[in-house]
T-cell receptor, first 110, second 114 residues
Framework: ELKVEQNPLFLSMQEGKNYTIYCNYS?????LYWYRQDPGKSLESLFV?????AVKQEGRLMASLDTKARLSTLHITAAVHDLSATYFC??????????FGAGTQVVVTP | KAGVTQTPRYLIKTRGQQVTLSCSPI?????VSWYQQTPGQGLQFLFE???????NKGNFPGRFSGRQFSNSRSEMNVSTLELGDSALYLC?????????????FGPGTRLTVT
């Protein structure tokens, strides 16, 4: 059974500094997804990573995938208040079942 | 382009009742997936439909069922509601099946079971 683990579960960021969220998954999966959820809102798709070594960037966010290590990272550069949200990673197993991580709550303070 | 819509947005039901939630995907999208979000269990995958066929199913009891119509609209039904079914139910649509493409999420239906 596919398990997806995120850490940390809570991240207090200072504006202007860089941080990384880690997403480990337990079985072979070549598809990794990152989502953002604001309080009381739905999910917004950030990145879909489909192959080993994939790297995608959007603004201050950059996601990468290492399928051999079964690890994806979401790197935040020079954090700003607008990035405060909960970030989820997700993966699919070989049967196509989707599994989310527990989420990382990010709070950015001045 | 209109986004994913879900109806109703809020619902209060009593234990033992049944409920039907509706999801209209983005025009042209043929895959619809359903998720349950609770504070305790987080986000859990319920099922995925593509071209009116259930392609994948998560680990939920048979009380949870769904279907997809020829216009790609989808409904999910929960019978014999339990208190633990109180959750935010999210649907997401994508162009094709298999999660290779971005999923676009609807606003969700907040179900409260009393």
């Amino acid at each position: 059974e596919l398990k997806v683990e995120q850490n940390p579960l809570f991240l207090s960021m200072q504006e202007g500094k860089n941080y990384t969220i880690y997403c480990n998954y337990s079985t072979t999966s070549d598809r990794l997804y990152w989502y953002r959820q604001d309080p009381g809102k739905s999910l917004e798709s950030l990145f879909v990573l489909l192959s080993n070594g994939a790297v995608k960037q959007e603004g201050r966010l950059m996601a990468s995938l290492d399928t051999k290590a079964r690890l994806s990272t979401l790197h935040i550069t020079a954090a700003v208040h607008d990035l405060s949200a909960t970030y989820f990673c997700g993966a699919t197993d070989s049967w196509g079942k989707f599994q989310f991580g527990a989420g990382t709550q990010v709070v950015v303070t001045p | 382009k209109a986004g994913v819509t879900q109806t109703p947005r809020y619902l209060i039901k009593t234990r033992g009742q049944q409920v039907t939630l509706s999801c209209s995907p983005i025009s042209g999208h043929r895959s619809v997936s359903w998720y349950q979000q609770t504070p305790g269990q987080g986000l859990q995958f319920l099922f995925e439909y593509f071209s009116e066929t259930q392609r994948n199913k998560g680990n939920f009891p048979g009380r949870f069922s769904g279907r997809q119509f020829s216009n790609s609209r989808s409904e999910m039904n929960v019978s014999t509601l339990e208190l633990g079914d109180s959750a935010l139910y999210l649907c997401a649509s994508s162009l094709v099946s298999g999660f290779s493409y971005e999923q676009y999420f609807g606003p969700g239906t907040r179900l409260t079971v009393t």
